[in-house]
């Protein structure tokens, strides 16, 4: 068993539509908590981080942590077709960068 | 340019030849980060250099993996007797650290994809 499990699906949407993203993980240990944002072909980039539990909001973008459950999640409301991307779940038991990466779910938000 | 970049953008090899990759990371930045995502995985974490420190090799899946960095700069990640299971896109990040995630500044290069036959 992976300790990260994402939903590769890909997963498609109306632009508009609330898109729900989420990972579980079994590494209690785990304190910082990412979500990337990723393009074909292109690297990674930082869209929320969350420390331990609770709830953060930036814009559209909503990242939720259950550590009772190991479970997070990420929303994203009023999605529009340049939300069209990969996003992965990552996550460290220290504040550094050697994280645990979920497989990512691919995202497509149709016009 | 302002942005990471790493070299080559490709690269094809046969099985148990040596290859090196390279990344550029933003002057200034004092960490740099190796990952590899292959295909249907998540990114996976290879090794870190901060500053002067000892770089942290605990990511790297065998010895034929080791990487460098000269001057502070361009780090170089080398893959010996390269084997069918190392292709991948082999990415770097370059990270002006902050005091954490909240406050620091982190970009990945485009990454080298890399097929071994």
């Known amino acids: 068993q992976k300790e990260v499990e994402q939903d590769p699906g890909p997963l498609s949407v109306p632009e508009g539509a609330i898109v729900s993203l989420n990972c579980t993980y079994s590494?209690?240990?785990?304190?910082?908590f990412m979500w990337y944002r990723q393009y074909s072909r292109k690297g990674p980039e930082l869209l929320m981080y969350?420390?331990?539990?609770g709830n953060k909001e930036d814009g559209r973008f909503t990242a939720q942590v259950d550590k009772s459950s190991k479970y997070i999640s990420l929303f994203i409301r009023d999605s529009q077709p340049s939300d069209s991307a990969t996003y992965l779940c990552?996550?460290?038991?220290?504040?550094?960068?050697?994280?645990?990466f979920g497989a990512g779910t691919t995202v497509t938000v149709r016009a | 340019g302002a942005g990471v970049s790493q070299s080559p953008s490709n690269k094809v090899t046969e099985k148990g030849k040596d290859v090196e990759l390279r990344c550029d990371p933003i002057s200034g930045h004092t960490a740099l980060y190796w990952y590899r995502q292959s295909l249907g995985q998540g990114l996976e974490f290879l090794i870190y250099?901060?500053?002067?420190?000892?770089?942290?090799k605990s990511g790297l899946p065998s010895d034929r993996f080791s990487a460098e960095r000269t001057g502070g700069s361009v780090s170089t990640l080398t893959i010996q007797r390269t084997q069918q299971e190392d292709s991948a896109v082999y990415l770097c990040a370059s990270i002006r650290l902050a005091g954490g995630p909240r406050g620091d500044t982190q970009y990945f290069g485009p990454g080298t994809r890399l097929t071994v036959l």
């Open positions: 990552a996550m460290s038991p220290s504040n550094d960068y050697k994280l645990s």
């Open positions: 590494n209690s240990a785990f304190q910082y």
């Open positions: 969350t420390y331990s539990s």
């Open positions: 250099f901060q500053g002067n420190s000892a770089p942290d």
